[in-house]
């Protein structure tokens, strides 16, 4: 039970922690987003924090939200409120004030364990990312916000090396699976429930 604890808990703080890297095009582009465009973008942006590519364990989720971007990006990036909306996380305490940046650090506890997280980088409205080594694993997890003719594409992936993956990558990718996408459904509730208030 307790590689299914720390198991949970790197999925949650990798979620949570290394929100967001992504692709994004000018949130005033007139041109319907595509997935196909998301990608090509992905690509051009080789400045960006990206996951491990070829480490072990590696889950990639997209949700559409039907909530203005604005509204998805401040519930995601206020992470001292993450335990209104995410069941898993109990506490989240910034230790550097104000929005977050490259640099900024957050402590946050969730199915028992501590996880330190450091941003990696931010691109308001775009790409969040960060990362950081909880129970042996390090994690890298990002997050891109794009807007379509149908709402706000979320795109996050995550990636998780370390002796404790490469000993139970099943289980493990199982754990990040289940945490991220859970973690995509809480954020479409919380910011659509918002829609109209």
Excluded: C
């Excluded at 364990?57 to 039907?66: A, F, K, Q, S, Y």
């Excluded at 941003?119 to 994690?139: F, N, S």
């Excluded at 990718?173 to 509730?189: G, P, R």
């Amino acid at each position: 039970m307790r590689i299914l604890t720390a198991t949970k808990f790197a999925a949650a703080t990798a979620g949570a922690v290394l929100l967001a890297t992504g692709t994004a095009h000018a949130l005033d582009d007139d041109k319907p987003t595509t997935v196909a465009t998301i990608a090509a973008g992905a690509a051009a942006h080789t400045d960006d924090v990206q996951i491990d590519a070829g480490a072990p364990v590696i889950t990639r989720d997209d949700i559409l939200i039907h909530a203005p971007l604005h509204t998805i990006w401040k519930i995601q990036t206020h992470v001292e409120n993450w335990p209104t909306w995410q069941p898993d996380v109990d506490v989240v305490v910034k230790d550097t004030p104000g929005r977050l940046r490259p640099g900024s650090v957050f402590r946050w506890t969730t199915e028992g364990l501590n996880i330190t997280s450091t941003v990696k980088q931010v691109d308001y409205g775009k790409r969040l990312a960060w990362g950081g080594p909880a129970q042996g694993i390090t994690a890298i997890h990002v997050w891109t916000f794009t807007p379509t003719a149908d709402g706000v594409l979320v795109h996050t992936e995550e990636s998780w090396t370390g002796d404790p993956v490469t000993a139970n990558e099943a289980t493990l990718q199982t754990a990040l699976d289940n945490s991220l996408h859970n973690w995509v459904n809480n954020l479409k509730h919380q910011a659509e429930s918002q829609v109209g208030k």
